[in-house]
Antibody
């Protein structure tokens, strides 16, 4: 079955960088768009970035444009999120998810917590 | 800026029926926004319930149904059970790789 496992979260100081990874298995990774979403403590879900199945297109929510970069390695079934110039408001659980043909998020990982604090 | 609106909270009695809605700050929701619904319990990742307005995701009981009601997307739970007590999120696809999440509805079953 579909399995998505995020890693790379932790505590980081404001202004520093962090790289999140999402290991995918149980499906044809190269055939799916992939998404990063996040959820601040006690808050609702928020989208972060999406990457098309072949990496040809990438889109970001305004609050992370110019700071975050989404990428993927289809040969390794891996999704990444490079986060630079981190801010306190980036503190959240970050989830990776598959993008279905119905423009929805079919499967989600368990998430990895990023805490931006001095 | 596009805002997706949901009721902050709702309550339903066990065995009862509840309809949660998903609207737009300006304009109507229609199927072209590919409305999807997710259930999330504390400490767990979201679970896909409904996509493309009214298609149930794999393994979702048929007491969950999606529709367009008037100018909003809707999630109806028929025969609510105690373990339906969760947060429910609506998401609309705006095109060009942009999805907008609603603020979520906290459903209480009591």
């Amino acid at each position: 079955q579909v399995q998505l496992v995020e890693s790379g979260g932790g505590v980081v100081q404001p202004g520093r960088s962090l790289r999140l990874s999402c290991a995918a298995s149980g499906f044809t990774f190269s055939g799916y768009g992939m998404y990063w979403g996040r959820q601040a403590p006690g808050k609702g879900l928020e989208g972060v970035a999406v990457i098309w199945y072949d990496g040809s297109n990438k889109y970001y929510v305004d609050s992370v444009k110019g700071r975050f970069t989404i990428s993927r390695d289809n040969s390794k079934n891996m999704l990444y999120l490079e986060m630079n110039s981190l801010r306190a408001e980036d503190t959240a659980v970050y989830y990776c998810a598959t993008v279905s043909s119905g423009w929805s998020f079919e499967s989600w990982g368990q998430g990895t917590l990023v805490t931006v604090s001095s | 800026q596009t805002v997706v609106t949901q009721e902050p909270s709702f309550s339903v009695s066990p065995g009862g029926t509840v309809t949660l809605t998903c609207g737009l700050s300006s304009g109507s929701v229609f199927s072209g926004y590919y409305p999807s619904w997710y259930q999330q319990t504390p400490g767990q990742p979201p679970r896909s319930l409904i996509y493309n307005t009214d298609t149930r995701s794999s393994g979702v009981p048929d007491r969950f149904s999606g529709s367009i009601l008037g100018n909003k997307a809707a999630l109806t739970i028929t025969g609510a059970q105690a373990d339906d007590e969760s947060h429910y999120y609506c998401v609309l696809y705006m095109g060009s790789g942009i999805w907008v999440f609603g603020g979520g509805t906290k459903l209480t079953v009591l």
